[in-house]
């Protein structure tokens, strides 16, 4: 029954015969295991009616076993022959005890860490560390003393958790506790509650941190030649700088300080100073956030790997440009810059190799975005606001002059998308026309020609009109359901049926009666990117500063969680089952959507996102300035790459 039970360890640990669980769940077992319940009833019949029921001997459990294997080595030792179902109990009970110590340990993590969250004055950056979840663990705590900038000193609890680092300062006396669930304010209203700790400071997320000893940079904010060094969590490659030591003109170095920097943020806040008690204490605090920085790495859904060197600054095709867009064809990229579409080597989508610099077509307007549709032997280009389509055939093969002809689809355009709907492979373009915006639907099958020919040779080449939608207000997001075309615009989600009309073809995204939607339904400065559909009962929809899940009736999910994006107000998100991943400013973060966890930080500067496949495994990112990145995917690993200024990276 125990070993059968063993994931439910916190039921037999301690308290087993005085918890209604435990005792439910022997019930069930002596009602359904007619083995056990002849043992039972054999065992108190032997011992008389004084005997107790096995459930009360449990909270013995773990020292019965510890004697059990002693018991077992000593009957081993004084035997003058091998027994081979002896060596197999030893064994065993060796496994078991091992898978017990490791239950118990989690056990204690999560009591730990239930009383934590009990104490702790609840805030937004209580809520994103979700110390409830059953992956939580604590590895590390002691209190130190945090060094302010201006050199006041504060008494912190800095608590290392399996993904953050975070500070408690206690807001009252350990005498005041009552019950363990925090203290009364001296100067509060009667039933007003004052907690024991408060988060102090927005915890760092391990993927984006480093520890120094005697290191600084020579300011406190975020530092190229800091970022470099994490080259397991950070877009780039290795740096070669050195970071700046304390000069003789300086303080003398600290050997009981440590500073920890969080490349993920910019300010005063991306740097915390600590100071231990002894060194041996500091060193101690190094070695274990790098060795869960490490262990964490190893746990990563998307991994680094790097694909294609540097670009080299001397093409004069290169010159004031920078990568604007890029679509795998095959398994060769198709590269854009602000003038030019460039072809890839063979393999270069998802293997190390050299980038090519065939230059495909000269586009003499400012590129900003480009797509491709096999199926219709289509490129898609988006210049100077307006939409251009080629015939991808020529374009791969340099079929000159076929290659550089193209037709204008639509004007003025600011993004589009490329989805299925209604059974339809659609392109949506969205426009700003002044007064109104025009999302227009078109169809590539309309101009579809083979492969093997040169360009449009007969019939109308532009597209077929599927639908004309337009809307009020700034048009943020595109996305494609079943029968509907998802519309994100600041008063939120608005839907659009491609085949019903009138208020049925355009019925609310929100149920507006669900009360725990009022948050988001009384809101007038929405900026709604995405929405994606996570199972066959739920959507998450994201927002800029907030993502949460809904019903396929539009009601709020109660089951699954509420995202804050730690405030990092992404502009672009993307979903690869079961993550959701939030591309910021300077991290892209990686969140598990049924648990909610954060479950990997990369830091990328200033990173903006080229492109993301309409299978949702392909995305595209850049890094502004300098670096520029892509990320990309086959059909079952996402990939990133890292192109111009640093090199081409994979992520999967």
Not at 143 to 150: A, E, H, Q
Not at 217 to 246: M, W, Y
Not at 536 to 565: M, R, V, Y
Not at 619 to 624: A, C
């Amino acid at each position: 029954m125990f070993v059968a039970c063993l994931d439910q360890f916190p039921i037999f640990e301690f308290y087993g015969p005085n918890l209604p669980q435990a005792r439910d769940r022997y019930n069930r077992e002596l009602k359904n295991n007619l083995a056990f319940s002849n043992l039972v009833d054999t065992q108190i019949r032997k011992h008389g009616s004084q005997t107790k029921a096995p459930i009360d001997y449990v909270t013995t459990i773990v020292k019965r076993f510890s004697d059990y294997l002693s018991n077992l080595r000593s009957i081993k030792e004084k035997s003058d022959h091998e027994d081979p179902d002896l060596d197999a109990a030893i064994r065993g009970i060796e496994e078991m005890n091992s898978r017990m110590n490791e239950a118990a340990k989690l056990t204690q993590d999560q009591r730990t860490l239930q009383y934590l969250f009990r104490s702790i004055y609840p805030d937004e950056n209580l809520n994103s560390l979700n110390l409830l979840s059953k992956s939580r663990r604590s590895i590390y705590k002691t209190p130190l003393t945090f060094v302010k900038p201006n050199g006041r000193v504060h008494t912190i609890d800095l608590i290392l958790l399996d993904n953050f680092l975070m500070m408690l300062i206690k807001t009252a006396s350990d005498q005041d506790i009552e019950d363990n669930e925090g203290v009364v304010a001296d100067n509060a209203s009667p039933g007003q509650r004052k907690y024991l700790y408060k988060v102090y400071k927005k915890p760092m997320h391990l993927d984006s941190i480093s520890v120094l000893f005697d290191l600084l940079p020579t300011s406190r904010s975020v530092t190229n030649d800091l970022i470099r060094q994490l080259t397991a969590t950070s877009i780039g490659p290795p740096s070669t700088a050195i970071v700046h030591r304390l000069n003789s003109t300086g303080h003398a170095p600290d050997n009981k300080s440590f500073y920890v920097q969080d490349h993920g943020q910019t300010g005063d806040d991306s740097l915390w100073h600590f100071r231990a008690d002894a060194e041996i204490f500091r060193d101690q605090w190094k070695k274990q956030i790098e060795k869960q920085a490490s262990e964490r790495r190893q746990q990563h859904p998307l991994k680094l790997r790097y694909l294609l060197d540097p670009l080299r600054s001397d093409y004069w095709l290169t010159e004031g440009n920078k990568f604007v867009g890029v679509v795998v064809i095959k398994n060769r990229l198709l590269v854009a810059t602000r003038h030019f579409i460039f072809l890839g080597s063979e393999g270069s989508a998802y293997a190390k190799s050299e980038l090519i610099m065939n230059m495909c077509i000269n586009v003499k307007e400012n590129i900003t975005q480009i797509d491709a549709i096999e199926r219709d032997n289509m490129l898609l280009i988006l210049a100077d606001s307006d939409l251009y389509s080629y015939n991808l055939s020529a374009v791969m093969g340099r079929l000159l002059p076929d290659a550089n002809k193209r037709v204008s689809q639509m004007k003025p355009v600011s993004f589009f998308r490329t989805g299925v709907c209604d059974d339809k492979l659609l392109i949506c373009a969205v426009g700003d026309a002044r007064l109104q915006w025009q999302v227009k639907l078109l169809d590539p099958a309309s101009v579809r020609q083979p492969q093997n020919r040169g360009f449009w040779s007969s019939g109308q080449p532009k597209m077929t009109s599927h639908k004309d939608i337009f809307i009020p207000t700034r048009v943020t997001g595109i996305d494609f359901l079943k029968r509907r075309v998802v519309i994100g615009t600041c008063r939120g989600f608005e839907t659009v049926h491609m085949q019903r009309i009138g208020p049925d073809g355009n019925p609310p995204l929100l149920n507006s009666t669900d009360a725990n939607l009022k948050s988001v339904l009384n809101r007038e400065d929405l900026n709604p990117l995405s929405l994606f559909r996570v199972n066959e009962e739920a959507f998450l929809i994201c927002f800029q500063d907030q993502g949460l899940h809904i019903t396929t009736l539009g009601k709020f999910h109660t089951g699954l969680p509420i995202f804050n994006w730690r405030k990092l107000h992404p502009t672009r998100f993307s979903f690869i089952a079961p993550y959701v991943v939030a591309f910021g400013a300077n991290v892209i973060d990686v969140y598990h959507h049924a648990t909610g966890d954060l479950v990997q930080s990369i830091v990328a500067e200033n990173a903006s996102v080229l492109n993301i496949g309409t299978d949702g495994r392909v995305i595209f990112i850049r890094e502004s300035g300098t670096p520029e990145t892509a990320v990309s995917g086959n059909e079952n690993v996402p990939v990133y790459v890292h192109m111009q200024g640093s090199a081409m990276w994979s992520l999967g």
